[in-house]
């Protein structure tokens, strides 16, 4: 099947799955053409059965905001198509649209919905009547957890039916470490303010209270200097280590002791499976999609914004080697049973074939095998 994707190119959740998705469906024959405006971060060698279409968004002194939509739509039209997969619904889901109808093609699309497409740009009132109309015109949705699924439907009534696949994990690649586990604790952000990442530096201010440790940020964004002057503030900065964007985030993973995410929204929760299939215990906010992905067995929650019992949480998973193994062991069982790359991609695959033979849509929820 000649499948295209359409995506952020990002370090994001959905540019991640997008990527991790392409190369996924390669391996398995498919032809792929993903489509972004660079190269997506994760983005690894591939075999000659993936291509990469850079979408060009031309400046003209005329046009003080490029349309990035409406280039992505030209150059998805380019290519002929069985399915086009969008993710992030704005402005993907209408370039969908726009690309269908200027190719004359008979080509189907899928959207999936990964958080905050919704759960932020889709309640802004500038994009709201924009969001709707191109999932509408979507021949199927699919949202990466029950909790985002439900909050669409709440939010915009919608058909077709959203059909629930939750993210994956490659298990080989993101495996526990042969060494033993450290006392460092580590977050992963793009530095947005839906993150709360000074949060994650005031819970370790009151961790390094209790116990020697050293917290680990990866990732960058907008708000990196607020957190580093945080840090700075609190006098903990040489017991932080800001280590950018990485796309080879196992490395950090893989003797961890601890994965903490204090989120104000996910969708799914993608460094919390990350850590999971890398056998660290995980410490989150409430938030959303998560509670689909973390079970209390593998790790501990708190109210977002409640850096109190984040640190508390912490701390009592660093102190107790035992419990921390434990988490750990569990974690790397549930990701490897529920959402590894090798059980959930084939529910993407069933989906492509039904919108291929013309069934508009998706009944009822899909759990993973």
């Not at 802004?124 to 029950?146: M, P, W």
């Not at 440790?213 to 945080?230: F, H, I, Q, S, Y």
């Not at 280590?243 to 601890?258: C, K, Q, Y």
């Not at 109210?303 to 974690?331: F, H, Q, Y």
């Amino acid at each position: 099947m000649k499948i295209g994707i359409l995506c952020y190119p990002t370090s994001g959740g959905s540019g991640v799955i997008a990527s991790e998705l392409g190369m996924a469906l390669a391996a398995r024959g498919h032809e792929i053409h993903l489509f972004s405006y660079r190269s997506p971060f994760r983005l690894r060698p591939h075999s000659d059965r993936f291509q990469w279409h850079e979408i060009s968004i031309p400046q003209y002194p005329l046009f003080e905001y490029p349309s990035y939509g409406m280039a992505a739509a030209c150059r998805v039209a380019d290519v002929e198509l069985d399915v086009l997969h969008c993710h992030y619904a704005y402005p993907h889901a209408v370039s969908a649209f726009l690309a269908k109808e200027m190719s004359g093609h008979k080509l189907k699309t899928v959207t999936t919905l990964h958080g905050t497409d919704i759960l932020l740009v889709g309640q802004d009132a500038s994009f709201t009547r924009a969001t709707k109309f191109g999932l509408e015109r979507s021949d199927a949705i699919t949202a990466v957890s029950s909790f985002l699924r439900d909050k669409t439907l709440s939010w915009f009534d919608v058909s077709p039916k959203i059909h629930v696949i939750p993210d994956f994990v490659d298990a080989r690649r993101f495996s526990p470490g042969a060494g033993p586990r450290e006392k460092t604790i580590v977050h992963v952000s793009n530095f947005r303010p839906v993150k709360r990442t000074c949060d994650a530096v005031r819970a370790f201010y009151l961790i390094r209270r209790r116990l020697a440790a050293t917290l680990v940020l990866v990732g960058g964004g907008p708000e990196k200097d607020a957190v580093r002057d945080l840090a700075g503030r609190l006098g903990i900065q040489s017991s932080v280590r800001f280590v950018g964007e990485d796309p080879e985030i196992e490395t950090h993973l893989r003797n961890a002791g601890l994965l903490l995410s204090t989120s104000e929204f996910e969708g799914f929760g993608m460094s919390v499976l990350e850590a999971m299939a890398s056998g660290v215990p995980v410490v989150s906010t409430e938030s959303g999609g998560v509670s689909e992905v973390l079970s209390e067995s593998c790790g501990r929650t708190a109210p977002v914004g409640d850096v109190e019992a984040l640190a508390a949480a912490a701390v009592e998973i660093l102190k107790d080697e035992n419990l921390a193994r434990s988490m750990g062991e569990a974690g790397r069982r549930r990701a490897e049973e529920m959402f590894d790359v090798d059980r959930v991609v084939p529910q993407y695959e069933a989906l492509y074939e039904r919108v291929s033979r013309g069934e508009r849509g998706s009944h009822g929820k899909a759990e993973p095998n």
